[in-house]
């Protein structure tokens, strides 16, 4: 499977952003899906996942409440929406489908997934 991120931009703080990830060579109902991010000089850090048919999220702490992960597997396109954003917010982002395609699992380490998107900025000012 291929993976295409978009949507990323700059923003002001307390601002939103909606991210795209459209998958290409397989259909997105084939894996389990996730968002991570790395920001400079950090490793890459998990955001959300979602099984395969949507039915089971997950979230990191630090944007609990905030973002809400979502897909759309009859489009091919998965979705990070992004409400009140941070300073610290501020990365590059990657979507990710696993490595072992659906098994309704989560997974939240990098490890567990085997195909990434190209990955879009996000920047968030004060």
């Known amino acids: 499977v291929q993976l295409q991120a978009s949507g990323g931009g700059l923003v002001q703080a307390g601002g939103s952003l909606r991210l795209s990830c459209a998958a290409s060579g397989r259909t997105l109902s084939s894996y389990d899906m996730g968002w991570f991010r790395q920001a400079p000089g950090k490793e890459r850090e998990f955001v959300a996942a979602?099984?395969?048919?949507?039915?089971?999220?997950t979230y990191a702490d630090s944007v609990k409440g905030r973002f809400t992960i979502s897909r759309n597997n009859a489009k091919n396109t998965l979705y990070l929406q992004m409400n009140s954003l941070k300073p610290e917010d501020t990365a590059v982002y990657y979507c990710?489908?696993?490595?072992?395609?659906?098994?309704?699992?989560?997974?939240?380490?990098?490890?567990?997934?085997?195909?990434w998107g190209q990955g879009t900025q996000v920047t968030v000012y004060s």
């Open positions: 990710a489908a696993s490595r072992w395609g659906r098994l309704g699992v989560i997974g939240t380490g990098p490890y567990e997934y085997g195909y």
């Open positions: 979602i099984i395969w048919s949507g039915g089971s999220t």
